[in-house]
């Protein structure tokens, strides 16, 4: 009698599921929604409803038409897709952009390589690169925040991010004091008007320019936290990824302080957070080992300030993360794990 099967790993059981992962990423990202929502409104929840929708409408009528296979848009991961699509875009995006953004998030990124788990870039961070370079005036056309209980008829208005606006004045010779303490003269709708890059406490909360989902470090870190103490996400990306964030603009700006701003502002504003718990830990497209997940979130912290400081785009999140997806592949050669029963050499 055969008692034993054998069998190819994993070996080792537990209760997660995609579903439950994905639903547990969704759960984490609710903090971050309710603040998008809060400074711009409707716009928000259009752009998050439209983002999803499509996404998985295209899921499902690929896998119904074209690959004829199971249909797996209940699993979740088509909409963390749309939500994460919606997190990179500003409020004001018109529909039709966003729908093209997420046939190319799910058709091009995630399906046409065989769907969930085989997909090489993170799905959500191709759909929002390929929209930046289509149509980059709508992408960099930011609205500016318009709290919900203190709301006025300002929706139509937009301004810069924090990050864009330092880098250009940066470019005109001033110096990153002067443009803290005196702001930019802009002209909008033919009047000039001051701009003035938010304190950092208005950074944390959110009450700023920029894409849906990066606007409030504090609502992303609850989500997180949420995530880290679940065991959806380990720590080795995120602690290396903002580690050498700190490290690399703490450098440049203990160096000289008049060109190079302090890390503070660079953990807070920009894409940072958002990338660094919800797009750069995406189990698929990034390395299986500790040590690689190590050099992964090295590498793209070390990308994304070159990109940051001396790119032409103020933002370098994206393509970081990007870049170290395509590297993936070669940091899981080079750092295999021991195999179970290899001898060990004294």
Known sequence: MNLLTVSGSPHIHGDNSIKKIMYGVVFAMIPAILISVYFFGLDAVKVLLISVIACMFFEWAIQKFLIKGPLTINDGSALVTGILLAFNVPGNLPVWI??????????????????L?????????????????????QMTSWPKPNPLFARKVLDAITGPTPLGNLKEELKGGRTVQDILEHGTKMIVDGKEVLYQIPDYAQELLGNMGGSLGEISAVALIIGAIYMLCRKIITWQIPVAYLGSVIVFTGILWI?????YINPLFHLVTGGLILGVFFMATDMVSTP????????????CGVITVIIRVWGA??????????????????????????????????
Do not use: C, H, W
């Not at 799905?123 to 390929?130: K, S, T």
């Open 255 to 259: 160096i000289d302080p008049n060109i």
């Open 117 to 137: 788990g085989k997909n090489p870039f993170n799905p959500a961070l191709v759909g929002r690169v390929f929209l930046l370079i289509s149509f980059p005036v």
């Open 98 to 115: 966003i729908i093209i953004g997420a046939f190319v998030s799910i058709g091009i990124a995630k399906m046409s390589f065989g769907g």
């Open 288 to 299: 299986m080992s500790s040590k690689g997940q190590l050099i992964f979130g090295l590498g």
């Open 313 to 346: 785009y103020p933002e370098g999140v994206s393509f970081a993360i990007l870049i170290m997806n395509a590297f993936a592949p070669l940091i899981n050669k080079g750092f295999k794990p021991k195999r179970f029963g290899e001898t060990l050499k004294i």
